[in-house]
T-cell receptor, first 115, second 113 residues
Framework: GAVVSQHPSRVICKSGTSVKIECRSL??????MFWYRQFPKQSLMLMAT?????????EQGVEKDKFLINHASLTLSTLTVTSAHPEDSSFYIC???????????FGEGSRLTVL | LAKTTQPISMDSYEGQEVNITCSHN???????ITWYQQFPSQGPRFIIQ???TKVTNEVASLFIPADRKSSTLSLPRVSLSDTAVYYC??????????????FGTGTRLKVLA
């Protein structure tokens, strides 16, 4: 079946540094990818929607300058957490919508820990 | 955007059938209903998808009444490994457009020995 790969699966960084998380659709093209954040024992919260070749659309309360999203190709979207702080520590999950079928597939998630 | 409502948690015993219901009163005509399973520190995993009536696969069944305002995920003979959070997600299988997939609270299922 279709696979969405996220990398890295875990990352630990120091406060003030930037971290990039990649989301790739391995066997399909994705015109739209979604980024979610999940805190312990909570549901997935949509952060932003990215469309290939255009600017991402951010949900209310999500700082676009802090969470930079780039969707440069039909198979890759990246989320960069800039100047990370401990409160940015969370589980980040991407999903990708198949360009051909409209089906939605999720990545394995990336756990960010900011010290 | 179809909002979903599920019970926050459920307990069951091994070998029992578990039914989890999701309410989605404002579901749109072209929306599908998809159920996902999530284990800690993993992304949601697809379980089953349906549009109306009943759908069955090797792991679950999905029952959708005629008005489509709710759906029920049925897990036959659960085991300890089925302990997870289950989410229903409503939305179109659109290849374009700006639809956003919003998760509800999910149902935390705990299977007891």
């Amino acid at each position: 079946g279709a696979v969405v790969s996220q990398h890295p699966s875990r990352v630990i960084c120091k406060s003030g540094t930037s971290v990039k998380i990649e989301c790739r659709s391995l066997d399909f093209q994705a015109t739209t990818m979604f980024w979610y954040r999940q805190f312990p024992k909570q549901s997935l919260m949509l952060m932003a929607t990215s469309n290939e070749g255009s600017k991402a659309t951010y949900e209310q309360g999500v700082e676009k300058d802090k969470f930079l999203i780039n969707h440069a190709s039909l198979t890759l979207s990246t989320l960069t957490v800039t100047s990370a702080h401990p409160e940015d520590s969370s589980f980040y999950i991407c999903s990708a919508r198949d360009r051909g079928t409209g089906e939605l597939f999720f990545g394995e998630g990336s756990r960010l820990t900011v010290l | 955007l179809a909002k979903t409502t599920q019970p926050i948690s459920m307990d069951s015993y091994e070998g029992q059938e578990v039914n989890i219901t999701c309410s989605h009163n404002n579901i749109a005509t072209n929306d599908y209903i998809t159920w996902y399973q999530q284990f800690p520190s993993q992304g949601p995993r697809f379980i089953i998808q349906g549009y109306k009536t009943k759908v069955t696969n090797e792991v679950a069944s999905l029952f959708i009444p005629a008005d489509r305002k709710s759906s029920t995920l049925s897990l036959p003979r659960v085991s300890l490994s089925d302990t997870a959070v289950y989410y229903c997600l409503v939305g179109p299988k659109s290849t374009s457009g700006t639809y956003k997939y919003i998760f509800g609270t999910g149902t935390r299922l705990k299977v007891l020995a």
